[in-house]
């Protein structure tokens, strides 16, 4: 598995516990911002248990 593989594997798994609901025009950036340091750090979390386990 690549890593742009495990990238997109990542992503649509988590996309709907990140996604910003576009219709409501409430969210600010400061919570995007928000949900998007928690995203990166999922990520990276996500990305040091597969590199210790053999893909």
Sequence with gaps: MSLTDFKA???KSKI??????????TNTKH???VK?????????KDRKLCLGKKL
Excluded at 16 to 25: A, G, H, P, R
């Design 9 to 11: 594997k990542m992503n």
């Design 16 to 25: 709907n516990k990140y996604k910003i609901n576009n219709n409501n025009k």
């Design 31 to 33: 919570e995007f911002n």
């Design 36 to 44: 998007y340091e928690r995203y990166k750090q999922d990520i990276s």
